[in-house]
């Protein structure tokens, strides 16, 4: 370079062939080193630069032990977080966990119950996603999954009391990929046959999610929804009556008597023939539900009554290509079972339920 800078060397090509260089990177070099001199020559290095000096060090001691988080000291000093946390290590400052909040936060009280954090968590625009795995790793270690899960359950039937009156209930396979063996399922969403788990899924009058509730998938739906969805429901939801929807796959007598003597009301479809009711018991109705245009059905009641079932009142809805769909349901008046309708097409179990589909 010097020696072409100098007018030693008159062709810079010679130059480019004599140590195989591009002609561009000789240009870039050369402009480099006008500007730089021999220093210019040397690449700088790779990776974030940060001026770490002894005062930005205890700078940020200072503002950590004053309990201030690493994120927000990051964003005042115009630096990254992974560098606050490095300095903080070599200056030997134990790094809060971050379920701590700045300070040991007791998970339970001297009943057992968790209680919430005294410190209210910062605005969720300012945690990082890293942040928030990083949290659910430390519930998961302490075995607090679960309780942690149900408070969110009850925080959401807190915000919305009123609608809880009907539940759906929907189960859906998953696939699963660790390293216990479980049983295989056929997963439609993938058309093979895999090892998986059922995640039956709990929602409220308007779709919103209530509560999940994870389940192999060799036990049945009576047993899941008595033994495992049903005490979930009932730690939210408290003494109350609530009716509980679900599809065909629930039709059983021993399920509706589990039902019935937990205090809970229920909706599904009937399965299993049945003679078909003659067309002169079903009248055209009309309903209007809010946000939607009205609905039209021929709606046809009566009642099933067979040694050994509980009694059930039975609403069969003719579909737009002759047949008939039936549904047992509780003394609900027809606007109120339109609703529950109309607020089902959120959730797949009553997809369907009086629109036509059997």
Not at 56 to 75: F, M, W
Not at 95 to 115: A, F, Y
Not at 124 to 134: A, F, L, S, W
């Amino acid at each position: 370079m010097s020696q072409t800078e100098l007018g030693f060397v008159n062709e810079v090509k010679d130059v480019c062939h004599t140590f195989e260089l591009h002609l561009r990177n000789f240009s870039r070099s050369r402009s480099k080193f006008r500007q730089l001199g021999i220093v210019g020559l040397f690449p700088d290095k790779s990776g974030p630069k940060s001026i770490r000096t002894s005062t930005l060090a205890a700078g940020i001691v200072q503002l950590y032990r004053k309990g201030r988080s690493c994120y927000d000291i990051a964003t005042q000093l115009g630096i990254s977080g992974s560098t606050v946390r490095r300095i903080l290590k070599e200056q030997g400052v134990p790094l809060r966990s971050p379920l701590d909040n700045h300070q040991p936060l007791p998970l339970t009280d001297d009943d057992g119950e968790l209680q919430p954090p005294a410190v209210q968590p910062p605005a969720m625009q300012q945690i990082e996603v890293k942040t928030i795995r990083r949290k659910l790793n430390e519930i998961t270690q302490r075995g607090q999954a679960a309780e942690w899960h149900r408070r969110l359950a009850r925080r959401r039937a807190e915000q919305q009391p009123s609608a809880l009156a009907t539940l759906y209930v929907d189960g859906h396979v998953r696939a699963y990929h660790g390293q216990h063996r479980i049983g295989k399922t056929h997963v439609s969403r993938l058309k093979r046959v895999l090892r998986a788990e059922t995640d039956y899924w709990v929602h409220r009058a308007h779709g919103q999610p209530l509560l999940v509730v994870h389940e192999s998938v060799d036990s049945s739906f009576r047993k899941t929804l008595r033994d495992g969805v049903l005490p979930e429901i009932r730690r939210v939801v408290g003494n109350r009556r609530v009716r509980i929807v679900f599809d065909r796959e629930g039709w059983s007598r021993e399920l509706f008597d589990d039902l019935l003597s937990l205090n809970f009301d229920f909706m599904t479809y009937r399965k299993g023939p049945y003679e078909p009711l003659a067309d002169s018991e079903f009248a055209a109705a009309t309903f209007g539900v809010p946000g939607q245009p009205a609905v039209h059905y021929e709606l046809a009641e009566t009642v099933f009554k067979q040694a050994g079932w509980p009694r059930l009142r039975l609403v069969a809805v003719k579909k737009k290509n002759g047949g008939v769909s039936v549904v047992d349901v509780p003394p609900l008046e027809p606007r109120e079972l339109v609703q529950v309708h109309a607020h089902g097409i959120c959730v797949g179990c009553v997809s369907g339920l009086l629109g036509g589909v059997g």
